[in-house]
């Protein structure tokens, strides 16, 4: 009967994850009813604008010590939720963001051939995949952040955009983009593959955003706003060049300016020595500048396919996509652990990956079995903070984040789709003999 059980409902994918979904409920709705999030930030700049003031000169929190770095329009979004109790607020936008973990999900897996796994490694495949990116979970859960809606209307975007509805691919994207600028990767991404009505609306889209609260608060306010918001999140400026205005913050920014400028700290740094050399600033800013760009361009070689042309393999255009998803946190100021939950779509990848090669015996294969190894060991790293949090400050000091998300970038090269295509191309050949 146990066995039964297990073979007929455990081993199920769907009853897993809404297994996953419902426990992160349990946890984070049940027992952290009573506790403030970020998410009361956005709720108290709402409050700001009802009043007719501008939310970029205030300070938010218990303390009044946080800015608020969201857009204009976000504030003018949430304006409903500000009526609500802050917990009754925060409960309906986790509830929310188990749906879009869902769809993440589930979108995903239209990538894949997961008719290639058994019951028992589709089990593993889920749970690996979760458990890898928990700890990015937990932080946007605990701290109620926006990371997972982006992550999901970027993947619902392309998969309504592939799926000839540009209108509301177009919608999630650039609604995404006026919350939190990130998903503008999207964009020349969209363009390369040659869909420009997307493209097209997304822009109409951001226009209209920007304008939308104008009759209501003021024309003259309404840059005002947009103009403060760009005096936060400008890359140019001080808070943002270095990366290193808190010790949380992680990307490529922050790990260059740690490791190439003696002495470069904050209020909250610790005495462990980090830096390998000591060149000027102003160098430095051009290492980082030259750094970003160099991530942005070698997404030309994960694109494989000619400009204006679509890829018609799924598996390989996934990894398009998780690459774009995984250097966005390294290229972008300001981004603290929650925000590497974009992360995700590579961690799918990569497990998918190895399961299928473990399965089909390519372990074999030293550049395969050496990149699991490698992989076990970044799954370990993105996790530390759960795992031995006593000791989050060294993890934080030594950007030990970055580092991890670098070796995802190797991963990606190494993994290439082109071995899992042989094995499609197998299986569709034994599949025919078969018929």
Known sequence: MVAKFYKHFILRNDFILNLILFILGIIFIGFEFGRKGDFNI???????????????????????????????????????????????AQVAWKLLNLFFLYRIWKISMSFFQTELLNKIENFRFVIISFLSVLLFIYSNFHTVQFTIFIMYSMIEGLYQTENNKPVSGALLISLSIIVKVLPV????????????????????????????????????????????????????????????STNSIFGISSLISTLLIEGIRNDYSLELKRNIMNI????????????????????????????????????????????ICLVTPLIFPQQRTYAFFLLFPSIIYLTY???????????????????????????????????????????????????????????????????????????????????
Request: aromatic share 18%; hydrophobic share 50%.
């Open 42 to 88: 956005y709720l108290e700049s709402s409050r700001v604008l009802l009043n007719h003031k501008n939310i970029y000169n205030e300070l938010y929190g218990d303390q009044k010590l946080f800015e608020y770095m969201g857009s204009p329009f976000l504030s003018f979004i949430l304006i409903p939720f500000a009526w609500l109790p802050y917990n009754l």
């Open 185 to 244: 990767v999207m964009i020349p991404f969209l363009l390369y593959r040659n869909y420009t009505k997307c493209t097209g609306y997304i822009l109409l889209f951001l226009i209209l955003f920007v304008l939308i609260p104008a009759p209501l608060i003021g024309w003259d306010f309404n840059i005002e706003l947009y103009q403060g918001w760009w005096r936060i999140i400008d890359p140019a400026n001080n808070k943002n060049s270095f990366d290193v």
């Open 280 to 323: 000027q600033p102003a160098i430095v800013l051009n290492i980082i500048l030259a750094a970003r760009l160099l991530l942005v361009i070698f997404t030309l070689w994960f694109i494989v396919t000619k400009p204006f042309k679509r890829n018609s393999n799924k598996f390989s255009e996934f990894r398009v996509f998780s690459y």
């Open 353 to 435: 990956f190895f399961l299928i090669a473990k399965k089909n015996g390519l372990m074999e294969i030293k550049r395969i079995k050496y990149s699991l190894y490698v992989q076990y060991l970044i799954v370990f790293i993105l996790n530390l903070d759960l795992i031995l949090g006593n000791f989050r400050e060294i993890y934080w000091h030594y950007k030990l984040i970055s580092y991890a998300s670098l070796l995802l970038i190797v991963q990606l090269v190494l993994c290439n789709p082109k071995v899992i295509s042989k094995i499609y191309s197998q299986k569709s050949v034994t599949d025919s003999e078969v018929n």
